[in-house]
């Protein structure tokens, strides 16, 4: 090998030693959050399989009430893995929508931003209650945030509703708690200002409320012809929009239905 070779070789043996520190280097930064993803997504699955049960498929193969007749939640086992469980919230089809995830209240914003449900520190953090709502679900406006993961879970999932046709097929979603079951109807999305009306806590049936519902149909990035009243109670789901602080994508619903569940004795 003459000294023109050696001189080539060694040019690529270094770009290829380049190439591997700063693989090695990209690895290093992104593989503690994939670790931490799949240690999310196992623990979630596996709440599901053991405290839940529910008709395999989309919806639409199911009977009418197959929402409050044919889906279990098992409060009081969850409720000894976290007392702050309020709630569990369910897409008609969550192998499509991927929201399938229990409801954490702890009276404020922080507290499951970046934890689960066992405490562990987790980048996904939960599925949580606006801390100023009332954790029995009575207010007439309610706001349920979690992160826009990049994999789709938590609510990575919502930015499928700024496609029309996405909404057409997914239009409803309950929310089960330890003694109701509230069905839910999509009417809205649209990208809201952080710390705008949106994010108000504290409407009761009136002008101010109406004058929020109408801004949500007139923003909304889709066409519902769903157009509330302030006397129903109305459902946020928010998200971040990856661009910045300054906007949240939100997803708004009404309440259609509401109705007790049905306990039975081998539920728990």
Partial sequence: ????????????????LCGLA?????LWKILPDCLDNLSSAAA?????????DAPEGPAGEQKE????????????????????????????????LEIDYPVLYSGDNTEYLRHDLYGREHTAGSIFLEGLNQPDFSD???IIYGHNMRDGSMFGSLDKYKEQTFW???????????????????FACQNAANGGSVYKIGYEPGMEYQ???????????IE???????????????????????????????????RPVQIRENDN
């Fill in 211 to 221: 004058n929020l519902i109408n801004s949500m149909v007139e923003n909304s990035l």
């Fill in 168 to 186: 057409e097929k997914n239009p409803y979603f309950t929310l089960y708690t330890e003694t109701m079951a509230y069905r839910y109807q999509i």
């Fill in 224 to 258: 519902t012809g769903i157009h509330p009243d302030s006397s129903q109670k109305i459902m946020t789901l928010s998200t971040c929009t990856g661009s910045g602080y300054s906007t949240r994508f939100a997803v708004h619903a009404v309440c259609i239905d509401a």
């Fill in 44 to 52: 979630y699955e596996d709440l599901r399989d053991r405290y839940t």
């Fill in 65 to 96: 009430d197959w929402w409050l007749t044919d889906v279990v939640v098992r409060f009081d086992a969850l409720k000894k893995k976290n007392a702050d469980i309020v709630a569990w919230l369910r897409s008609d089809n969550p192998e499509e």
């Fill in 140 to 142: 007439h406006y309610i």
């Fill in 1 to 16: 090998m003459n000294r023109k070779q050696i001189k080539k070789s060694k040019k690529w043996i270094c770009l290829v």
């Fill in 22 to 26: 700063l693989a090695g280097t990209a």
